[in-house]
C-alpha cells in the first residue's frame, strides 16, 4: 500500500464495545493513533417515547417516563410531575417536597456511584468498579425498600409521592450515609489520588472555557470549568432554596477536574441528605387529591421545567391540549448538546485511547439523546 | 434584563422564572440574534415541537437560557404544516445543528442553510416522519408485527371501557 | 421445550426438526463431558443493547459476583458464547445483534432479558422496537421482567446451564443455522432485502 503514512483509518468504537458509555457508536477518522474526525451515531435506542406519550393517559404516561434515562430515572419522574403539575394548578405538600429532594439526592449518589465504576473501568482500574457498584448497591436496597422497585422506582407521582416512608427508614439511611462518607477517604486513596488516574485525566478533554456557557454546557462540564452553575441554586425548585449546600468548582476543564467536581457533589448530596433528615416534616400528606384517572385533563397550555440530575440540566417541554392525553412532551437531557456539539470536537487530536475516558467524563447517556 | 426586552417586544410572563414571546417565523432569526446580542438570554437550550393538527400549525418553542442559567424564555414561531421550512440557526447556536437535525427526521421540517440534517436516529425510515400526528404507531405496529398469544392490552382503551360499562349494565339490567 | 412448549411460543416450534437433530439420543459419555465443562465456563458479550444493560454492572462486580458460576465478560464476538439482548431491541441495533451473533463461534448461547424481547413489554406500540426476538433469532432462555432482578437473571444464567449440561433442549445455534431461511426471511420482512450480510457470508469470515 502506497502512502500508508499519511493514510486515514476509518473504525466504529461501537455499539458493540466494552468501552462505550450505552449503546452509541462513534464513528472515528483514524491517523495512526489519533483522531483526526469524529461523529456520533445515536439511534440504537429509539423508542419513540414522544409518540408513545401522546396515546397515553398522564398516568398511563407516567410509567414510562422514568425509562428515559436509565442510570438515573428519577429527575426524569420529577421533571415529569412538577411539568404535570405547573399546568394543572396543583400545590404539592411541604412533606411531599422534602420526600421529593430525598428521592433525587439519592438517586444523584447512586448515579455519581456508578459513574465512579465506569470512569475507573476505562483507564483499566477494575477494582473501582467493584466497590462503588456494591456502594450503589446499598442505596438502591434503600429505594427498594421505599418504592418497591431497584432500578425504575415510579415513586414520584403527579400530586406527590406514592407512597409513605417506611418505619425506621430515615434512621437507615442517616446509617447509610455515615458508612458512604467513611468510604469517599477509601475512593480518594483508590482513585481519586490514585497517580494512575492523575496521570491519564489531568490535561486530557480540555474543554473551551469561554464559550462553554453559549454553547449550552450543563453540569460537571460547566463547573469542571470554573463556571458556578447549578440548577437547584439558581432556578429552585422543590425546597433546595431552604437547604444549605455549595456548589464545588474546579478550574482544569479536564477529566480531572470533572472527576473532582463529582466527588465534591457526593459530599455535597450527603450534607443535603442530612439535612432532609432533621428538616422533615412529621406530619402532612403525600398525595393531594386528584381527578379521576379519565378526569384528569391538562389545560392548553405549555410549560418548561428543568431539573438538575447527576450529569446536568434535564429540561422538559410539556404542552396540554384540553384533553386528557398530553399532547407534546419534549425531553432535552445533559447529553444531547455533550455527545454531539462537545464530544465531537473533543475527541479530535486526542488518542484513541482516550475516548472512553473522555466519553466517561462527560457523562453519556444515549437514551436521553434520542429517546 | 428581561424589562429590557419587555420594552421591545410582547412578553408574557408564565410562570416565576419563566416568559413566552410569540413571533412571526420571517423575523425568527434577527429577534433571536437581537436578543442574544443585547440581552443576557445567550443560549439556546432546547427546540421543542409541538404538532396541532386542528390548526394545521408546527408551533415551535425556542427555549432560551440566560447566561446566570435562573430564567427561561420560550419565544414560539408557528409555521403552516405542508413544506413547512425555517432558516436554520446554525450562525448563532452551534447546539442548534444537532436539535434541527432532530426535528427534520421526526417532524419534516426543512431548515434552510443547516446541510447536515441526514439521519440521526431512524435508519431507512420510509414513512411519514412519525411524530408527526397523522403517523399511526399502532397502525404501523400491526402491519409490521403480530403479537404473541396472551397479550390482552393491545386493545383500545375507550372501545374496552364502552364494553365493560355495557356488560355491567346488562348484568345489572338481568338482575 | 417439546411437550412443554407454551401458548404463543410456536413459532419455534414450526421450524423445529426434532429427529435430525436432537442431541438427546446421541449424548454419548465423552459428549456428557464436554457439556459439563461447557456449563461451567461461560464468555457473556459486552454488549448492553437496552436497558437492562443497567444491571449487568451489580452481577459482574462484588455484590452478586456471577463469576462463581463460570460467566465472565469478553469484548469481543469471536470469544464470547452468550450474548444478553437486554431488554427492547430497535431496528438498528436488531441489525448490529444480528451481526454480533453471526459473528460468535459456535457453540453459542442467546438470552433476553426483560418482558420487552417477549412480547414488546412497555414498548408493544412503538414504531422501532421489535416485539418478538424469537423471530429473528433463535432464544435459548428468556428472563422476564422490567427491569429483571440480578437474581432473576442469575436464575437465568443457572436454568440455561441446566440446559447446556443436560442436552435437555435443541440449542439455538443448531436451529439458527439448520433453519436459516426462516429468521432470514423474518429479518428480511423488516429491514428489506439485501440489506444485511448473510449467514453464509459472516460464517465464512469467521473461518478465516
Known amino acids: ?371 | 434584563m428581561i424589562e429590557f426586552l419587555k420594552k421591545h417586544y410582547e412578553i408574557v410572563e408564565k410562570g416565576s422564572r419563566l416568559y413566552k414571546l410569540q413571533i412571526e417565523s420571517d423575523k425568527l432569526v434577527e429577534i433571536l440574534s437581537y436578543i442574544s446580542i443585547n440581552s443576557n438570554f445567550i443560549t439556546l437550550s432546547q427546540i421543542a415541537c409541538t404538532d396541532w393538527i386542528e390548526d394545521e400549525v408546527f408551533s415551535l418553542n425556542y427555549i432560551l437560557t440566560t447566561k446566570e442559567r435562573d430564567k427561561n424564555l420560550m419565544v414560539e414561531v408557528r409555521i403552516g404544516r405542508v413544506h413547512c421550512s425555517l432558516p436554520t440557526l446554525l450562525t448563532l447556536y452551534p447546539q442548534a445543528q444537532v436539535m434541527e437535525r432532530d426535528l427534520h427526521e421526526m417532524y419534516g421540517i426543512n431548515f434552510r442553510g443547516n446541510d447536515t440534517l441526514y439521519d440521526f436516529a431512524l435508519e431507512n425510515w420510509n414513512e411519514i416522519p412519525p411524530l408527526r400526528r397523522e403517523f399511526d404507531t399502532l397502525a404501523y405496529v400491526n402491519e409490521h408485527f403480530d403479537f404473541r398469544i396472551g397479550r390482552e392490552d393491545n386493545k383500545d382503551v375507550k372501545v374496552e371501557v364502552k364494553r365493560r360499562k355495557a356488560q355491567a349494565k346488562e348484568l345489572k339490567d338481568g338482575k | 421445550m417439546s411437550e412443554n412448549t407454551q401458548e404463543g411460543f410456536v413459532d419455534q416450534q414450526k421450524v423445529l426438526n426434532n429427529e435430525e437433530y436432537s442431541i438427546k439420543n446421541t449424548q454419548s459419555i465423552i459428549q456428557k463431558a464436554v457439556d459439563w465443562f461447557r456449563a461451567r465456563s461461560m464468555f457473556v458479550l459486552a454488549y448492553g443493547t437496552g436497558c437492562g444493560a443497567i444491571e449487568m454492572p451489580p452481577i459482574f462486580t462484588s455484590r452478586y459476583d456471577i463469576e462463581r458460576l463460570g460467566v465472565i465478560g469478553v469484548a469481543t464476538p469471536r470469544q464470547a458464547d452468550i450474548l444478553i439482548v437486554s431488554g427492547y431491541c430497535s431496528y438498528k441495533t436488531l441489525k448490529r445483534v444480528i451481526r454480533s451473533y453471526e459473528q460468535m463461534n459456535e457453540p453459542k448461547y442467546l438470552i433476553g432479558l426483560g418482558s420487552c424481547t417477549i412480547n414488546g413489554g412497555m414498548y408493544w406500540d412503538s414504531y422501532n422496537t421489535i416485539k418478538k426476538l424469537d423471530e429473528y433469532l433463535p432464544v435459548d432462555m428468556y428472563v422476564n421482567g422490567c427491569m429483571p432482578r440480578p437474581e432473576a437473571l442469575i436464575e437465568g444464567f443457572v436454568k440455561l446451564q441446566d440446559n447446556i449440561r443436560n442436552a435437555k433442549s435443541e440449542a439455538g445455534y443448531i436451529q439458527y443455522r439448520e433453519n436459516n431461511a426462516f429468521y432470514r426471511a423474518n429479518q428480511e420482512k423488516i429491514f428489506g432485502k439485501n440489506t444485511i450480510p448473510t449467514f453464509e457470508e459472516n460464517f465464512a469470515g469467521m473461518n478465516q
Not at chain 1, 450543563?218 to 433546595?240: H, S
Open chain 1, 1 to 371: 500500500m502506497e502512502n500508508n503514512d499519511n493514510q486515514l483509518i476509518k473504525i466504529y468504537h461501537g455499539p458493540q464495545h466494552p468501552g462505550i458509555t450505552g449503546n452509541m457508536s462513534m464513528e472515528l477518522d483514524l491517523l495512526g493513533e489519533t483522531i483526526k474526525e469524529a461523529r456520533t451515531h445515536v439511534g440504537y435506542l429509539h423508542r419513540g417515547f414522544e409518540k408513545l406519550i401522546e396515546r397515553r393517559t398522564i398516568i398511563q404516561a407516567f410509567t414510562i417516563v422514568c425509562r428515559i434515562c436509565v442510570p438515573e430515572p428519577d429527575p426524569n419522574e420529577e421533571n415529569f410531575a412538577r411539568a404535570v403539575e405547573g399546568l394543572a394548578g396543583i400545590e404539592i405538600s411541604q412533606r411531599a417536597k422534602y420526600i421529593r429532594v430525598m428521592v433525587l439526592e439519592m438517586a444523584r449518589l447512586a448515579a455519581q456511584m456508578l459513574w465512579m465504576g465506569g470512569q475507573s473501568g476505562s483507564i483499566g482500574l477494575g477494582v473501582v468498579g467493584q466497590w462503588s457498584v456494591y456502594d450503589r448497591d446499598l442505596i438502591l436496597d434503600l429505594f427498594e425498600e421505599l418504592t418497591g422497585g431497584r432500578v425504575y422506582h415510579m415513586y414520584i407521582y403527579p400530586g406527590g409521592v406514592r407512597r409513605e416512608l417506611p418505619n425506621g427508614f430515615l434512621e437507615k439511611l442517616a446509617q447509610l450515609l455515615d458508612y458512604l462518607e467513611r468510604r469517599l477517604l477509601d475512593y480518594d486513596g483508590i482513585f481519586f489520588e490514585n497517580s494512575t488516574f492523575k496521570k491519564r485525566a489531568i490535561g486530557v478533554g480540555v474543554v473551551n472555557r469561554d464559550e462553554a456557557l453559549k454553547n449550552g454546557y450543563v453540569g460537571q462540564v460547566l463547573r469542571g470549568c470554573g463556571i458556578e452553575r447549578d440548577v437547584r441554586r439558581d432556578n429552585p425548585y422543590l425546597v433546595y432554596d431552604k437547604l444549605d449546600f455549595e456548589i464545588p468548582t474546579y478550574e482544569g476543564c479536564d477529566v480531572y477536574s470533572r472527576a473532582l467536581v463529582r466527588r465534591g457533589e457526593m459530599v455535597e448530596s450527603i450534607k443535603i441528605l442530612r439535612q432532609v433528615i432533621a428538616q422533615m416534616p412529621s406530619e402532612g400528606a403525600i398525595m393531594q387529591k386528584l381527578p379521576k384517572h379519565r378526569k384528569f385533563k391538562l389545560p392548553k397550555e405549555d410549560i418548561f421545567v428543568a431539573t438538575e440530575s447527576a450529569r446536568g440540566e434535564f429540561g422538559y417541554y410539556m404542552a396540554g391540549d384540553g384533553s386528557e392525553f398530553i399532547r407534546r412532551m419534549q425531553v432535552k437531557g445533559p447529553s444531547l448538546i455533550h455527545g454531539f456539539t462537545l464530544l465531537e470536537n473533543l475527541l479530535i487530536d486526542e488518542e484513541l485511547s482516550n475516548v472512553a475516558l473522555i466519553m466517561n467524563s462527560l457523562g453519556i447517556c444515549p437514551p436521553e439523546m434520542e429517546r
